[in-house]
């Protein structure tokens, strides 16, 4: 058995009820082996076994008291999974499905895509089984004033830094940044997505997906391409979704489907702007269903418990959650004529379905390159905080349209480098990997 192999086998022993933190080492170890064969020194010092072990994991209650006056109990997590280039980074997710496992699969990709950033930054992932949905504004503030009660004495601008993930907007950044300010007396950059009034960046909000949409261009212009009247499915309806779609109708290309973890909406002729306005103040404002908008408009048609994968478009971004698209769901897409797949989400594709997208020579790019734009605007916040200054939208916007260029031309060599042209899966994984594991070599046994 080979180093890499030999690895996988005892992550797999050492975490038996975690599969998709199983699923995403295996994705990213399985890319290495011609990079550890030509870099020896990584396999000395033993770089893939340091790698997998997150630094540092903490675990712990959360009371907090109801509406109706009863006590309830959730757990939270801090995954702190790697500092060789910098502060832990990375969001917080409020969902009742959250496990440690999940947290440690996001902390560990989190790894190497804050290392395609360009930006100084390690890997972290948090959150709790408390879902926000449902819940009114009073308790969501009481459940993250005692989040942060206990997160507060792990966390700070030099050590870790959190931000948002699903079910973390900025109604929740809000709620914890004014308990840490309140039990620590100081006002600092220690998360990001904040609001505009206390230290947050312009375009943060925007920039996964809009980075992402960054990203597909790219890959489009390498083909001859643009997105021209290029007809996109896009699944969920959050953050991600939201600007994504944004910025896809700002390029000429029609958006026809958007989604919850219900169903999905399908609209022929193209979600507009005005449209767009709607579903945003829904989810936004009124923390509606997707399936409203059909209700309201004629012209959308709703498919409950269905994803939108099967609709005939040209590109697809999964913008939802984790294994959202399977291989039969590839399949359809590619006979479908479906030639570009950029990631919005973290992981959504399953292994099934990346192996007929690379198969059949799809431009397809993973999460960690392709959604890296929010954490790297995140980076730019944690600049200003420093600087106790604030760049403009049109500012923003260019650092992160050219962090995402930069995101795509390092995937894109390292692939070619290492014989795998077009493949972004190799490129992101190889060339995130090979800064966080140089920086581990050089702090040594640490
Ligand atoms: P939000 O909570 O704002 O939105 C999540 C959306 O996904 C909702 O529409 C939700 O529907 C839907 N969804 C969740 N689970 C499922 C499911 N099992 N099936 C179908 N739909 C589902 O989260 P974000 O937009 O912030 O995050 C979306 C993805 O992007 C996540 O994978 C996240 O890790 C990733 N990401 C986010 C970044 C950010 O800056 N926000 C940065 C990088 C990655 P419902 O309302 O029914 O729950």
């Given at each position: 058995m080979g180093y890499v192999q030999t690895v996988l086998e005892t992550v797999k022993k050492r975490n038996p009820n975690e599969p998709e933190f199983l699923q995403a080492v295996e994705e990213v170890l399985s890319t290495l082996a011609p990079v550890i064969k030509k870099r020896p020194q990584y396999e000395k010092a033993h770089i893939l076994e340091r790698i997998v072990e997150p630094e540092r994991v903490i675990m712990f209650r959360v009371p907090w008291m109801d509406d109706k006056g009863q006590f309830q109990v959730n757990r939270g997590f801090r995954v702190e999974f790697n500092s060789a280039i910098g502060p832990y980074k990375g969001g917080l997710r409020f969902r009742d499905n959250v496990t440690l496992g999940m947290l440690k699969f996001l902390g560990f990709e989190q790894t190497f895509k804050n290392s395609l950033t360009t930006l100084p930054m390690g890997g972290g992932k948090g959150g709790s089984?408390?879902?926000?949905?449902?819940?009114s504004d009073a308790e969501v503030m009481r459940f993250c004033q005692s989040f942060m009660t206990e997160l507060y004495r792990h966390i700070?601008?030099?050590?870790d830094v959190p931000a948002g993930d699903q079910g973390v907007g900025g109604r929740e950044i809000g709620f914890l940044f004014g308990q840490y300010k309140r039990i620590t007396n100081t006002f600092t950059?220690?998360?990001?997505?904040?609001?505009l009034a206390w230290g947050g960046s312009l375009i943060r909000p925007e920039a996964t997906g809009y980075g992402c949409v960054y990203f597909a261009e790219k890959m489009l212009e390498k083909r001859g391409?643009?997105?021209?009247g290029k007809v996109c499915a896009v699944s969920g309806s959050g953050n991600v979704a939201q600007y994504l779609t944004q910025k896809l109708i700002q390029l000429g290309a029609k958006p026809v489907t958007l989604s919850d973890s219900n169903g999905f909406i399908y609209v022929k002729d193209g979600i507009d702007a005005d449209l767009l306005a709607y579903i945003m103040e829904l989810k936004n404002?009124?923390?509606?269903?997707?399936k409203e908008v059909a209700k309201k408009y004629k012209s959308v048609k709703y498919f409950e418990g269905?994803?939108?994968?099967g609709v005939a478009v040209n590109c697809a971004f999964p913008?939802?959650?984790?294994?959202?698209?399977?291989g039969e769901e590839a399949a359809e897409l590619v006979k479908n004529g479906c030639t570009l797949v950029g990631e919005?989400?973290?992981?959504?594709?399953t292994p099934e379905a990346i192996e007929i997208f690379l198969k059949n020579k799809l431009m397809y790019s993973p999460g960690k390159a392709s959604n890296a734009g929010g954490v790297a605007t995140s980076g730019l916040e944690m600049s200003q905080n420093s600087q106790r200054y604030s760049w403009t939208a049109e500012e923003v916007d260019a650092k992160l349209k050219g962090i995402m260029i930069s995101i795509h031309d390092a995937c894109w060599e390292a692939a070619a480098e290492f014989g795998?042209?077009?493949n972004y899966v190799m490129g992101a994984n190889i060339a995130g990997f090979n800064k966080v594991a140089t920086a581990m070599l050089e702090q040594g046994l640490v």
């Amino acid at each position: 058995m080979g180093y890499v192999q030999t690895v996988l086998e005892t992550v797999k022993k050492r975490n038996p009820n975690e599969p998709e933190f199983l699923q995403a080492v295996e994705e990213v170890l399985s890319t290495l082996a011609p990079v550890i064969k030509k870099r020896p020194q990584y396999e000395k010092a033993h770089i893939l076994e340091r790698i997998v072990e997150p630094e540092r994991v903490i675990m712990f209650r959360v009371p907090w008291m109801d509406d109706k006056g009863q006590f309830q109990v959730n757990r939270g997590f801090r995954v702190e999974f790697n500092s060789a280039i910098g502060p832990y980074k990375g969001g917080l997710r409020f969902r009742d499905n959250v496990t440690l496992g999940m947290l440690k699969f996001l902390g560990f990709e989190q790894t190497f895509k804050n290392s395609l950033t360009t930006l100084p930054m390690g890997g972290g992932k948090g959150g709790s089984d408390f879902d926000p949905k449902g819940k009114s504004d009073a308790e969501v503030m009481r459940f993250c004033q005692s989040f942060m009660t206990e997160l507060y004495r792990h966390i700070g601008p030099d050590t870790d830094v959190p931000a948002g993930d699903q079910g973390v907007g900025g109604r929740e950044i809000g709620f914890l940044f004014g308990q840490y300010k309140r039990i620590t007396n100081t006002f600092t950059g220690v998360l990001t997505g904040k609001g505009l009034a206390w230290g947050g960046s312009l375009i943060r909000p925007e920039a996964t997906g809009y980075g992402c949409v960054y990203f597909a261009e790219k890959m489009l212009e390498k083909r001859g391409e643009n997105f021209e009247g290029k007809v996109c499915a896009v699944s969920g309806s959050g953050n991600v979704a939201q600007y994504l779609t944004q910025k896809l109708i700002q390029l000429g290309a029609k958006p026809v489907t958007l989604s919850d973890s219900n169903g999905f909406i399908y609209v022929k002729d193209g979600i507009d702007a005005d449209l767009l306005a709607y579903i945003m103040e829904l989810k936004n404002v009124q923390r509606g269903r997707i399936k409203e908008v059909a209700k309201k408009y004629k012209s959308v048609k709703y498919f409950e418990g269905k994803r939108p994968w099967g609709v005939a478009v040209n590109c697809a971004f999964p913008c939802a959650t984790q294994n959202e698209l399977n291989g039969e769901e590839a399949a359809e897409l590619v006979k479908n004529g479906c030639t570009l797949v950029g990631e919005g989400a973290n992981m959504p594709s399953t292994p099934e379905a990346i192996e007929i997208f690379l198969k059949n020579k799809l431009m397809y790019s993973p999460g960690k390159a392709s959604n890296a734009g929010g954490v790297a605007t995140s980076g730019l916040e944690m600049s200003q905080n420093s600087q106790r200054y604030s760049w403009t939208a049109e500012e923003v916007d260019a650092k992160l349209k050219g962090i995402m260029i930069s995101i795509h031309d390092a995937c894109w060599e390292a692939a070619a480098e290492f014989g795998h042209k077009g493949n972004y899966v190799m490129g992101a994984n190889i060339a995130g990997f090979n800064k966080v594991a140089t920086a581990m070599l050089e702090q040594g046994l640490v």
